[in-house]
């Protein structure tokens, strides 16, 4: 079992920066790969950012060149460096983690943007 828990979630102007972060616990060892899903209010869950054990990282075209991902491995700990923030970037945040055989996902961090 994978526990994550994210914060770092807060009300930010247009423009600004914010930094999410999730904490891994729990069968550490058996994560592939861990990443960042968001979920805007009437719209399907869509991924962000994913970074696996070995460092490869990928983004989705509406986080690419604004956002961040990385990983800390001695504090089991994945962050998301998200700047220019966007009116459209308001929405729950999740961290996800997979393995071979689970997703797990946390609670959610919400992301409000004001204009």
């Known amino acids: 079992q994978v526990q994550l828990v994210e914060s770092g979630g807060n009300l930010v102007q247009a423009g600004g920066s914010l930094r999410l972060s999730c904490a891994a616990s729990g069968s550490i060892f058996s994560i592939n790969a861990m990443g960042w899903y968001r979920q805007a209010p009437g719209k399907q869950r869509e991924l962000v950012a994913a970074?696996?054990?070995?460092?490869?990282?990928s983004y989705a075209d509406s986080a690419k060149s604004r956002f961040t991902i990385a990983r800390d491995n001695a504090k089991n700990t994945v962050y998301m460096q998200m700047n220019s923030l966007k009116p459209e970037d308001t929405a729950v945040y999740y961290c996800?983690?997979?393995?071979?055989?689970?997703?797990?996902w946390g609670q959610g961090a919400q992301v409000t943007l004001s204009s």
């Open positions: 996800n983690a997979k393995g071979f055989v689970y997703t797990c």
């Open positions: 970074i696996t054990t070995t460092g490869i990282t």
